[in-house]
């Protein structure tokens, strides 16, 4: 479980806030000091980027875990007039501000991935991934995941939380809101996140039933599960309370069904529900701390994006910011 932090850039003094944290990450994270010196140089270009451009502009930061690498993802999120030709913005020497325009191109070079989106007079989301060492990162994965996890502003803690357990066979994901805000409700999510990682090997419906029963000290929470079989190319459910998820493929989309309760208190029924899953498909669960009324179809060109920037731009426009909220996106890489 790994939560993210939003930094609010609205101005240079932001800016710098953001390096600092993003710095002590690196460090706590073990990166050596050319890396380090690397994340510095982005999260200031970016957030630079922020001031000068944006509207209402955030940056969330994220620790990453790829097999015996780790890493740090930098999603930098505003509403302001967005780039209308985002290749020549990449390139060392453009500026729409008066400055000497090598700050996109810094941060291409020295980050192991960058996607934008970004559509004019809407805003602009900016993704970039850097590694402690980027020779040990080759991802292969059979699914790419974006999350964004954060507790409801003025709180410490998030009361919701999500986990993950990912192979070339099979993946489940679970995104988990415990009751209520702050502290309490943190220690629910935190302990269905345990029972999900003890019975990862189980069904859905197994580990719902399990959770239930070990969330009976707790304040209780609401969540769903997920389970990927990328051989049987299907989809496994089984969820409680108001966690909303669907499915998109090029020509289909899917509402996933839970049953109304609170895990560790009241559940009158669990079921298992079975849904097609495609190569290319694509897996959207978010908490309430969401609106409900997206729609992905108003996004050109949106889903064909890395999950991250999906769950980022879903985020910074349908936040209900008086929730905590976690929105997860999980998406089939193909064969």
């Excluded at 988990?176 to 090997?201: M, N, P």
């Excluded at 969540?223 to 089984?238: G, K, N, T, W």
């Excluded at 409900?292 to 949106?302: I, S, T, V």
């Amino acid at each position: 479980m790994r939560e993210s932090v939003a930094i609010t850039i609205t101005e240079s003094s932001q800016a710098g806030e953001a390096r600092r944290v993003a710095m002590a990450l690196a460090t706590r994270l073990g990166f050596a000091e050319t890396e380090r010196g690397k994340v510095g140089i982005v999260v200031t270009e970016v957030a630079n980027n922020l001031v000068q451009h944006a509207h209402g502009g955030v940056m969330l930061l994220r620790s990453l875990k790829h097999h015996l690498a780790v890493g740090i993802e930098v999603l930098s999120l505003d509403k302001g007039p967005g780039m209308v030709d985002v290749d020549e913005c990449l390139q060392d020497g453009f500026s729409t501000a008066g400055t000497l325009g090598n700050g996109m191109g810094a941060i291409r070079r020295l980050s192991g991935l960058v996607e934008i989106y970004s559509i004019p007079n809407q805003g602009t989301a900016l993704l970039a991934h850097l590694w402690s060492d980027p020779r040990l990162h080759a991802p292969e994965n059979i699914l790419e995941i974006g999350v964004i996890c954060l507790p409801k502003r003025g709180e410490d803690v998030s009361g919701d939380a999500w986990a993950c357990q990912v192979d070339r066979y099979r993946s489940l994901l679970l995104v988990v809101d415990g009751l209520g805000h702050g502290s309490a409700a943190a220690s629910a999510a935190s302990e269905a996140v345990r029972i999900f990682q003890e019975h990862d090997h189980r069904f859905p419906g197994a580990i719902v039933e399990a959770a239930h029963a070990a969330l009976r000290s707790t304040r209780g929470a609401v969540l769903a599960i997920a389970e990927i079989d990328f051989e049987q190319q299907s989809v496994r459910f089984a969820g409680i309370g108001n966690i909303a998820a669907s499915i998109f493929s090029v020509t289909e989309h899917r509402n996933l069904l839970s049953h109304n309760g609170t895990v560790g208190h009241e559940i009158r029924k669990i079921q298992e529900f079975s849904y097609p899953w495609y190569p290319n498909g694509l897996l959207i669960m978010h908490s309430d701390g969401l609106g409900a009324k997206w729609q992905l179809d108003r996004y050109p060109g949106l889903s064909q994006k890395h999950p991250s920037l999906i769950a980022g731009v879903l985020y910074r426009d349908f936040n209900r910011e008086r929730d905590d909220v976690t929105v997860l996106v999980a998406k089939g890489m193909g064969r």
